[in-house]
């Protein structure tokens, strides 16, 4: 009797395409490699030097939310500490772990879509992601938390498509304990355990009769696993005395900061976010709203008993209304969020391209049912690349910054720690005033405050006041060598209620303990440098970044 094959297995080997397969993967990866390699070397942005910092105070010893304060949860210094752990200390090392972490999350792109459907739609759903993940619109050369929520997300999404699949129960524990490690890196990753859990209940209710005890165990296993990882985090920090800190920061102020965007400003930030990234792929996003389109008219042409196929689609659309949800708290919607929204988005986009092997060539050779599709989107790939050919093959790594973040001192803070490096010891504190954390990590100089970032303390909620008073509690305990100003909006993003007391006390506790030995004036093409004895106030930009030292006998 002929076996029949099982439901997730390879399409490409059944059909005798497992070396196209395994080429074009190959293909995929090595091309995203060469493109990132040429970008390695473009200086941390802000989120990732507050990573990095917080990594290698971990690598110190020193666990999150001691010396270091933000809402993050930890599971993203974790894995920044491996990161620099195996690869070193240097922003290029940083890089090189996103090539790392980016190629395995297109591995699970085609793993997960090759489940749901075959290996065509896998390859071109992997090569959409490798594409869109790299574009500067979603600011994807950059090694940003929503990377690593993915990852881990994508390989629970997999085990539980073959949990329920297999009817293999301890899959359903590894699914959410993969999903809870998503969490880990970012509270938004809480979105994709919410889909596993809907997403089990509704495979259970398609059978008859549906049976409670069974979808209560199921359901039990899978929250069982994504609670984990949060559960143990709980226990090492309340182990170690630093539960109320980490509880203040990843939760009640992470709600605090959720609430500030009013929601009528938050609708037409996401609408004009949205477009921007839609412009950045536009055939690319085509076919993802082609492949919506496409599952919507296939499910009302099948017959209700076709339950495969019922499931796959109900997943894929699930998938990119959860991935959606996840970029939305705090209606903030920064380009950065919508990484979170990319794998879905490649595997609709692959369906569409799919449907066209499977509907228009499926009686074609195995030349044109593969070669149609993938010449198509080889097509909508050049397009992208060459929209944005400037910023992946042509500009240096300053003018990568300057074009992504504008004036964001992000290639002044590389020369700035240099100098921090050479006019001060491995024990002395600084202090960066500003949202500059990638300062202490290139310097590798501890801060001299908790507070990396000053955006906590220009804000309007009840925390604000006691947190700037503690900072400034912290900064005269701690007696920095070092004072770094700095002057960018961006790095402060005052408001009209912002809290004077900050700013006031700094004056005149500058002016009484600090002497300027540092001037930075900030430049769209090239920053001026002056450091002492050849430094003059004012400076002559209006973006500067001053280094102020402290005086003998303060």
């Not at 759903?125 to 997300?153: C, D, K, R």
């Not at 503690?470 to 002057?487: A, D, G, S, Y």
């Not at 002497?515 to 093409?525: A, H, N, P, S």
């Amino acid at each position: 009797m002929e076996k029949k094959p099982s439901p997730g297995k390879n399409r490409a080997e059944q059909n005798g395409s497992f070396p196209l397969t395994t080429t074009v993967l190959l293909l995929i990866i090595l091309l995203t490699v060469v493109v990132r390699l040429g970008l390695i070397d473009v200086p941390l942005e802000r989120d990732e030097g507050e990573y990095a910092y917080g990594g290698q105070l971990i690598l110190q010893g020193i666990p999150p939310y001691q010396q270091m304060y933000n809402m993050k949860l930890p599971g993203i210094y974790a894995a920044y500490a491996c990161i620099l752990a195996v690869f070193g200390q240097t922003h290029q090392a940083i890089h090189l772990g996103l090539l790392v972490i980016n190629a395995a999350t297109i591995l699970l792109v085609f793993v997960l879509a090759q489940r749901l459907y075959d290996a065509m739609v896998g390859m071109v759903a992997a090569v959409f992601f490798a594409v869109m993940s790299l574009l500067p619109s979603v600011q994807g050369v950059f090694a940003n938390s929503e990377h690593f929520v993915i990852l881990p997300a994508l390989g629970g999404l997999f085990f539980l498509l073959r949990a329920l699949e297999e009817k293999r129960q301890g899959m359903l524990f590894v699914s959410g304990l993969l999903l809870g490690l998503s969490f880990l890196m970012k509270q938004h990753g809480a979105a994709f355990i919410l889909f596993g859990g809907i997403y089990i209940l509704y495979d259970q209710s398609c059978g008859r009769p549906v049976n409670w005890r069974t979808v209560l165990s199921r359901i039990g296993l899978f929250s069982l696993g994504a609670a984990a990882p949060y559960g143990l985090i709980c226990m090492f920090f309340a182990y170690s005395g630093a539960f109320d800190k980490f509880w203040f920061w990843t939760f009640e102020y992470a709600r605090t900061y959720t609430n500030q965007v009013p929601i009528i400003a938050g609708l037409s930030l996401v609408k004009d976010r949205s477009l921007e990234i839609i412009k950045s792929a536009p055939l690319i996003w085509l076919l993802v709203f082609i492949g919506l389109i496409t599952i919507w008219v296939d499910q009302r042409s099948r017959r209700k008993s076709d339950q495969r196929s019922r499931r796959k689609s109900v997943f894929a659309v699930m998938l990119m209304a959860f991935s959606f949800l996840a970029i939305c708290p705090g209606f903030y919607f920064r380009p950065h969020y919508f990484i979170l929204l990319l794998p879905a988005s490649a595997i609709l986009a692959g369906v569409s391209l799919g449907v066209l092997q499977e509907r228009i060539l499926k009686n074609r050779s195995l030349v044109i049912k593969f070669g149609c599709p993938l010449f198509l989107a080889g097509i909508c790939v050049f397009a992208s690349i060459y929209q944005h050919r400037n910023i992946l093959f042509e500009m240096t790594p300053y003018q990568v910054a300057r074009a992504v973040y504008g004036l964001n001192p992000f290639p002044e803070a590389i020369e700035v720690s240099r100098f921090v490096t050479s006019t001060t010891e491995e024990s002395d504190r600084i202090a960066v005033l500003g949202s500059e954390p990638q300062i202490y990590f290139y310097s590798r100089r501890r801060s001299a405050s908790g507070y990396i970032y000053m955006y906590a303390l220009m804000e309007g909620h009840r925390h604000a006041l006691k947190m700037q008073r503690e900072m400034i509690e912290q900064i005269e305990l701690t007696r920095p060598k070092l004072l770094i100003i700095v002057n960018v909006r961006t790095s402060w993003l005052k408001r009209r209620d912002s809290h004077p007391l900050l700013m006031t006390w700094l004056q005149s506790y500058q002016a009484k303990h600090y002497t300027l030995v540092g001037l930075v004036d900030i430049d769209q093409q090239n920053s001026v440098y002056h450091w002492a004895p050849d430094v003059n106030w004012p400076p002559g930009s209006p973006y500067w970044i001053a280094v102020l030292k402290r005086k003998n006998g303060f």
